[in-house]
């Protein structure tokens, strides 16, 4: 049936077939941040427009394109948030964590909004997990960030982890690989054979070039100068502990020239790590160092390094994969009576086992023992609990293993000790 109203375009309802899924990625985050000694903050899904203009900045597609900004009742313009990281900063100046022992390890997750043309696996409202240390500008900070990541992506089974890494540099160095870039392009074979947005790119974010993903920009882009090459003591200094820690940790770590991030407040590291199939690995995260973050929003200088991660990318590599998602939630026991008139009874007997903590249902439409018999088989349930009248006069219970199909008679107060028993049984 057509319903009058659907959800927006671009957003989408996560049903019970599959938010379980998220529920299990999200649990596996949860353990990881708690081993890796991050607290969780739960953030506001909506900040002031400006946190995002300074602390993602103007001139990116996010900010210039994408973002719900919208005016409030008090005449303030407001925006659901992009992205998290510069919530978190906002968050660890607003509340002076910079009082605590540093570095102080944050991390959260929820839904993220940008204004994008929808298209498969790809929404306006997506869920995002994000990691962040901050206060301390040391390498191995970034290494234990990427080792957070990988960490998650671990435990939840997938395959072909591959670190791709890079360094942006610092204000320092930046300018100089800017311009020899800039010599690069205006030199060999020509700003012409650039793609449309890239030629727009050229003056503003001349680095933003080398992540453009058309194949003109890409074979042109193939020979540009490295940045490696015009990173100063410090950054290369850096560069060097973080790629020597990641074969210390046993990462498979590639340096990848084409990651860049226009904006100054990037600093040194930028990583991404591909999950998947081998030749078609997707990027399930993205991360780097943002050292002149905090003062971009107008804070004191607080180095930091994290990652984001998409919770639906995830979902779908997971999926590709065939990796054990763990098992969808289902009721261990349904009980059905013979008439309605022992409604009751089993709704006092649901009520008993789930006290127990015995996961049950019952039926509640009136249902024939028969279509409740149908109903208990849909819901997955292991056991069965029949009340008829002869049940009931007799205050017994006739319980059927739904696996076997083996069926026994037992005291209606004993149901909750022994069914507890043949769950532990079943399930050793
Ligand atoms: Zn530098
Ligand atoms: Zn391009």
């Not at 002031?48 to 919208?70: A, P």
């Not at 998290?84 to 944050?106: F, I, N, W």
């Not at 298209?119 to 995002?128: A, E, M, V």
């Not at 410090?234 to 991030?261: M, N, P, Q, W, Y």
Request: with cysteine; hydrophobic share 35%; proline share 4%.
């Amino acid at each position: 049936m057509e319903s009058a109203i659907k959800a927006p375009r671009g957003t989408r309802d996560v049903l019970g077939d599959e938010s379980w899924k998220w529920t299990h990625v999200l649990n596996v985050c949860r353990g990881v941040a708690g081993d890796f000694g991050f607290s969780e903050v739960l953030l506001p899904i909506f900040e002031h427009t400006e946190l995002f203009c300074r602390g993602i900045g103007d001139t990116t597609d996010v900010v210039e394109k994408e973002m719900y900004t919208f005016i409030d009742k008090g005449d303030r313009s407001m925006t659901l948030r992009p992205e998290l990281t510069a919530s978190m900063v906002r968050s660890y100046l607003e509340h002076d964590m910079r009082r605590a022992p540093q570095p102080v390890k944050l991390w959260s997750a929820g839904p993220m909004f940008r204004y994008e043309r929808p298209q498969k696996g790809r929404y306006r409202q997506f869920w995002q997990i994000d990691f962040e240390i901050l206060g301390v500008s040391s390498p191995m900070a970034d290494l234990e960030t990427i080792d957070t990541s990988m960490e998650i992506y671990r435990r939840l089974g997938l395959t072909n982890l591959q670190v791709l890494i890079n360094s942006v540099g610092c204000p320092k160095c930046r300018p100089a690989y800017r311009d020899a870039l800039k010599r690069f392009f205006e030199s060999g074979p020509g700003l012409e054979a650039l793609c449309e947005t890239c030629r727009g790119r050229f003056d503003r974010n001349p680095l933003r070039i080398l992540d453009c993903k058309k194949p003109e920009c890409r074979e042109i882009t193939e020979s540009a100068p490295a940045i490696l090459d015009s990173l100063c003591c410090e950054c290369a200094a850096h560069f060097e502990d973080v790629t020597r820690g990641l074969s210390r940790i046993g990462a498979d770590a590639r340096l990848d020239k084409r990651l860049v991030r226009g904006l100054d407040y990037y600093t040194k590291t930028a990583y991404e790590i591909l999950a998947g199939e081998l030749g078609s690995q997707n990027a399930v995260c993205g991360g780097g160092r943002y050292d002149n973050l905090a003062e971009a929003i107008g804070g004191p200088s607080v180095p930091g390094v994290g990652f984001a991660s998409g919770i639906e990318r995830i979902v779908i590599t997971l999926e590709g994969q065939g990796a054990f998602l763990g098992d969808k939630p289902r009721v261990d026991v349904y009980v059905v009576t013979a008439s309605s008139s022992l409604a009751l009874e089993a709704s006092a007997l649901a009520h008993e086992l789930r006290s127990s903590g015995i996961p049950s249902d019952t039926d509640y439409a009136g249902r024939g023992m028969k279509a409740q018999m149908k109903q208990a088989a849909a819901s997955g349930a292991g056991f069965v609990c029949i009340i008829g009248e002869d049940e009931a006069a007799s205050g017994t219970v006739s319980v059927k293993n739904m696996s076997s199909g083996e069926q026994r008679s037992i005291p209606r107060d004993e149901a909750a000790s022994k069914l507890a028993l043949w769950r532990e049984e079943r399930n050793r």
